[in-house]
């Protein structure tokens, strides 16, 4: 599975990004959707994730200011990031997991696209 993302950049402190990512290939289903995010000397840290149920799980740090929306029969996302924080800047991953076939389960990650917030 080949995830495409796109979006990101350079805002001010305050500021809105909207991310997209888009899922490509063979696959049977596609059971979770969604961002993590690395700042450098950090570790990789969930954003946020849809699940094909339809359930949202978000990082605490961005409850109440992200949002993120799958559509397309489940192998797009977005991700509409508001009141934007220095502490926000990152490289954002797309991931996705779910079933190549009946059997073998896999985990994809994007290539990643960077996001800076300036003060």
């Known amino acids: 599975v080949q995830l495409a993302e796109s979006g990101g950049g350079l805002v001010q402190a305050g500021g809105s990004l909207s991310l997209s990512c888009t899922a490509s290939?063979?696959?049977?289903?596609?059971?979770?959707m969604g961002w993590y995010r690395q700042a450098p000397g950090e570790q990789r840290e969930l954003v946020a994730l849809?699940?094909?149920?339809?359930?949202?799980e978000y990082g605490d740090s961005v409850k109440g200011r992200f949002t993120i929306s799958r559509v397309n029969a489940g192998n797009t996302v977005y991700l509409q990031m508001n009141s934007l924080k220095p502490e926000d800047t990152a490289v954002y991953y797309c991931?996705?997991?779910?079933?190549?076939?009946?059997?073998?389960?896999?985990?994809?990650w994007g290539q990643g696209t960077q996001v800076t917030v300036s003060s």
């Open positions: 849809r699940t094909s149920g339809g359930s949202a």
């Open positions: 290939g063979s696959y049977f289903s596609i059971n979770g």
């Open positions: 991931n996705a997991r779910g079933y190549e076939d009946y059997r073998n389960a896999y985990e994809s």
